[in-house]
């Protein structure tokens, strides 16, 4: 039984809930446990998307216990770093959409979870940063790269270097989150969010999804060449083929009926 989490379905999504209180917490166990829970809904072809809050209205999570760094122990360390590792790589490599539903305070291991999930909704009343510089630290589980990915050096600068905290509706403005709602909203919209994926095909957002993550990085001929590739293996699939006779039969296609029906 999960200590460090809750885990809920609604429709064809599944919500985490990091659930150490007071502010959630992230330890070697918690990261573990997240980790396992990613890998199972992974195998598990009923849920097509992962939404990631935080338990109570105060944090979302405030990252990592620095009383795991007291004692100035690299072993340990060592350790909690590969746990962040293992769990953010978890995230990432989830199949589907993944939603991070920022409902309070998400400080360095915590933006750190929420920068890896494909959207971040945040409640007005967020606070959002990785201020690990102020106790010697630096942010150690991607954050120096998915944060300026995010939002550019300047900012990544500035929040990193700076230990910046900013709200909400600066973080909706430096690019760094998709979309701000009224406090105790952020699950809601988030889950409405990733519902939406069902009604594509499963196949077709993998396939897109890294497509888009490996942009970046290619040459418009390298992408065109990829993005031919990866449609031609799409076509004559039993999803492709199902799509498009359920389009033209003016029906749903199969992965967006409902499980129950």
């Given at each position: ?51 990631i809050t935080g338990a ?176 031609l293996g799409l076509v ?26």
């Amino acid at each position: 039984m999960a200590r460090y989490l809750t885990l809920e379905r609604l429709g064809k999504s599944a919500i985490i809930t990091l659930s150490n209180l007071p502010a959630n917490l992230l330890t070697t166990d918690s990261l573990n446990e997240l980790t396992a829970t990613l890998q199972a809904l992974n195998a598990d072809d009923a849920v097509r998307s992962v939404v990631i809050t935080g338990a109570g209205d105060a944090f979302f999570s405030a990252g990592a216990d620095l009383k795991q760094f007291a004692a100035g122990d690299k072993a340990a360390a060592d350790a909690l770093l590969q746990a962040f590792a293992n769990a953010l790589q978890a995230i990432r490599g989830y199949r589907g959409v993944t939603v991070a539903a920022v409902n309070g305070f998400a400080l360095g291991g915590g933006l750190e979870c929420a920068l890896v999930c494909d959207y971040i909704i945040a409640e007005r009343g967020a606070k959002l940063g990785l201020p690990e510089a102020k106790v010697g630290l630096i942010p150690a589980a991607g954050g120096t790269k998915t944060l300026a990915d995010k939002v550019g050096v300047s900012w990544a600068k500035r929040i990193i270097l700076g230990g910046e905290v900013v709200s909400a509706e600066q973080a909706l403005k430096i690019g760094l989150i998709e979309e701000v709602v009224d406090q105790g909203f952020a699950k809601i919209v988030a889950v409405s969010l990733a519902n939406k994926v069902a009604g594509q095909s499963p196949a077709a957002v993998a396939v897109a999804r890294k497509l888009i993550e490996d942009s970046p990085n290619l040459s418009l001929d390298e992408h065109l060449k990829r993005e031919r590739a990866a449609t031609l293996g799409l076509v004559g699939g039993s999803e492709q083929l199902d799509g498009v006779a359920a389009f033209l039969a003016k029906r749903a296609p199969s992965w967006a009926r409902d499980d129950d029906d």
